[in-house]
């Protein structure tokens, strides 16, 4: 699976970004997205993952519920993240993720993006 992710940078708190993260080349049937993400000297967490199909579900991490909105892009796998009220913690490396298993976890199957960089500046 190719995941081309796009549309990290530099914000300043309170501020908003837009992830997105395409999925192509896929050798197994996507179930389910996610995204992710790794702060220095952190563990990669689960912020936020959508269920393909009848019956898909979303679920939010509890530290970015209210704030942030993954969704289904324009493509056919492919998600957007909508992060508002950014605080200087949410600095970290993200990573989308594709699974062909419909729920997600902290430990995961499926293949990985290469990253975007998101700044949160105080």
């Known amino acids: 699976v190719q995941l081309v992710e796009s549309g990290g940078g530099l914000v300043q708190a309170g501020g908003s970004l837009r992830l997105s993260c395409a999925a192509s080349?896929?050798?197994?049937?996507?179930?389910?997205m996610g995204w992710y993400r790794q702060a220095p000297g952190g563990q990669r967490e689960l912020v936020a993952a959508?269920?393909?199909?009848?019956?898909?579900?979303?679920n939010y991490a509890d530290f970015v519920k209210g704030r942030f909105s993954i969704s289904r892009g324009h493509g056919k796998n492919t998600i957007d993240l909508q992060m508002n009220s950014l605080k200087p913690e949410d600095t970290a490396v993200y990573y989308c993720?594709?699974?062909?298993?419909?729920?997600?976890?902290?430990?995961?199957?499926?293949?990985w993006g290469q990253g975007t960089r998101v700044t949160v500046s105080s």
């Open positions: 959508i269920t393909f199909g009848s019956g898909g579900g979303i």
């Open positions: 993720l594709a699974s062909p298993y419909p729920f997600l976890t902290n430990t995961p199957v499926g293949s």
């Open positions: 080349r896929s050798s197994f049937s996507i179930s389910a």
